[in-house]
């Protein structure tokens, strides 16, 4: 009787587990992340906004992750890096080149990504701030 339950047990495992790989998609092909921290789910929270369009609602979010204490350097550089993006389009260049300048400060080695060091509109901005961060 014991082996049946568990075989039963083993055999319901697989299922489940099996069944989690369609479960972890999204209907748009995009897998579904599970964050290891609360300041990991702000920072994905804050940059879907960004790509969302609610730079509002993004600033507020990457700000509070920024003055989190619990936030790790990386992500703290990283949500600079989307304030610095939501600076320049808007057209507040000063705004933008403090938060790289920022950015820098906490890691000196940040670099852009091959596209978004050729985006016409902040690329010459992180640009000039790193030469002068050196």
Same mark, same amino acid.
């Given at each position: 009787?014991?082996?049946?339950?568990?075989?039963?047990?083993?055999?319901?495992?697989?299922?489940?587990?099996?069944?989690?790989?369609?479960?972890?998609?999204?209907?748009?092909? #995009?897998?579904?992340?599970?964050?290891?921290?609360?300041?990991? @789910?702000? =920072?994905?929270?804050?940059? %879907?906004?960004?790509? &969302?369009?609610?730079?509002?609602?993004?600033?507020?979010?990457?700000?509070?992750?920024?003055?989190?204490?619990?936030?790790?350097?990386?992500? #703290?550089?990283?949500?600079?890096?989307?304030?610095?993006?939501? @600076?320049? =389009?808007?057209?507040?260049? %000063?705004?933008?080149? &403090?938060?790289?300048?920022?950015?820098?400060?906490?890691?000196?080695?940040?670099?852009?990504?091959?596209?978004?060091?050729?985006?016409?509109?902040?690329?010459?901005?992180?640009?000039?701030?790193?030469?002068?961060?050196?």
């Amino acid at each position: 009787m014991d082996s049946s339950k568990n075989i039963f047990l083993v055999c319901w495992c697989v299922l489940v587990l099996g069944g989690c790989s369609t479960v972890l998609s999204c209907d748009d092909g #995009r897998d579904v992340r599970w964050f290891s921290s609360p300041t990991e @789910h702000m =920072l994905n929270n804050g940059i %879907k906004s960004y790509e &969302d369009g609610n730079y509002a609602v993004s600033m507020t979010t990457l700000q509070e992750l920024i003055d989190n204490k619990e936030a790790a350097n990386s992500q #703290r550089v990283e949500a600079y890096k989307y304030m610095a993006f939501m @600076h320049c =389009l808007s057209a507040r260049e %000063k705004m933008c080149r &403090d938060s790289f300048k920022k950015a820098l400060e906490i890691d000196v080695g940040f670099n852009l990504s091959p596209a978004e060091a050729g985006h016409p509109v902040w690329g010459p901005v992180f640009n000039s701030v790193k030469k002068t961060a050196k």
